[in-house]
């Protein structure tokens, strides 16, 4: 039972690059989440999906898309990095949207040049 | 959307002392509120959570008050040891979770 697991760890861009971050659960859970976080500023949701087939923005989706791609599996992506973008972004899931424990993947950290 | 504030942003203990975190909400519609323990470099864990039909909630060395009048909660930790250093988030939820910006606690041996 890996839990929640994402790829890649580590990734630098070049402004304006694109690129994928994969997160991926195996307990079953119906509710994703994408978070990033940056010094001083705790974790900020970008999108959340509630179950298969929905996707909901969080609070700073703008320069993100997400994709869930089935029940175990959420996306996101960066179509054109900017600098503002470099942070830790972590992938998330609960049972059900907001009301059991989350679980936690172990974090991407991204670094936009 | 729900506003989430935390205090103190750092907090220093010595070792066995007590330490306390506050945290206050705004969305009377808020249900449920975990708190979250991150090392540095790790992933956050859930460390003890409380639901709004409960006033405190206990685990060992830690325990959790709300006080949904006021609209705020609190983490207490007691016995305070070295492993506790990490950086503590609170959260409330209503449709998704809400998060405080954190506070790094340090306990000194």
């Known amino acids: 039972n890996a839990g929640v697991t994402q790829t890649p760890k580590f990734q630098v861009l070049k402004t304006g690059q694109s690129m994928t971050l994969q997160c991926a659960q195996d307990?079953?859970?119906?509710?994703m989440y994408w978070y990033r976080q940056d010094p001083g500023m705790g974790l900020r949701l970008i999108y959340y999906?509630?179950?298969?087939?929905?996707?909901d923005k969080g609070e700073v989706p703008n320069g993100y898309n997400v994709s869930r791609l089935n029940k175990r599996e959420f996306s996101l992506r960066l179509e054109s990095a900017a600098p503002s973008q470099t942070s830790v972004y972590f992938c998330?899931?609960?049972?059900?949207?907001?009301?059991?424990?989350?679980?936690f993947g172990p974090g991407t950290r991204l670094t936009v040049l | 959307g729900e506003n989430v504030e935390q205090h103190p942003s750092t907090l220093s203990v010595q070792e066995g002392d007590s330490a306390v975190i506050k945290c206050t909400y705004s969305?009377?519609?808020?249900?449920?509120f975990p708190w979250y323990k991150q090392e540095l470099g790790k992933r956050p864990q859930l460390i003890i959570d409380?639901?709004?039909?409960?006033g405190e909630k206990k685990d060992q060395r830690i325990a959790v008050t709300l006080n949904k009048t006021a609209k705020h909660f609190s983490l207490h930790i007691t016995e305070t040891q070295p492993e506790d250093s990490a950086v503590y988030f609170c959260a409330s939820t209503g449709n998704q979770f809400y998060f405080g910006t954190g506070t790094s606690l340090t306990v000194i041996p």
């Open positions: 999906s509630a179950s298969e087939g929905t996707t």
């Open positions: 969305d009377s519609a808020s249900n449920y």
């Open positions: 307990m079953n859970h119906n509710s």
């Open positions: 998330a899931s609960t049972l059900e949207l907001a009301v059991n424990e989350q679980f």
């Open positions: 409380i639901r709004s039909n409960v």
